[in-house]
């Protein structure tokens, strides 16, 4: 997985550098020491200029509504719904690292796996649903194939509902 860093923002290769021993998210070797510890805002490995920001466990728990909070520290917090997490609220706060994610799967080479070998659950193997396609793929061979009567209408009705890969991304 490929992270950015949050001090620089540029783009983190895999085992380049260690990680924050506190808070665990990567930066790069030159910004580590340019920020004299981690960017991330609010963790133990933070300069000591930095302001550390001081946020309850029931602050982070009780707070789904959307509304600002009043927490004991600037900036303070909001729940964003839309990312599902809380996010610094003014200042100039650099998020934590985002994990790039992969391109989206193909709709085309999904439907042609489940109309084509739709009983062995390839299209589900491809799509991430592994739990589906272990399923489609066990009644099958266990059966010595009898079991395609059912997995076969399965895996059509599949490729033409499914529109989204496990992680949610819409096939394109």
Sequence with gaps: MEYICPYCRGPITEGEVPECP????????????????????????????????VVPASALHGNQTGRMDTITSNPPLIWNAAKERF????????????PIRAESKSRITFTLLGAILGPLGLHNFYAGYAGKGAAQLLISVLTCGWGAIVTWPWAIVEICVINRDSDKRLMD
């Design 22 to 53: 506190s808070c665990h998210v990567p930066h790069h070797l030159e910004c580590w020491h340019e920020n004299k510890g981690c960017s991330v805002p609010g963790c133990s490995q933070a300069p000591d200029d930095e302001t550390k920001i």
């Design 87 to 98: 996010e610094f609220v003014g200042g100039n706060v650099v998020p934590p690292p985002i």
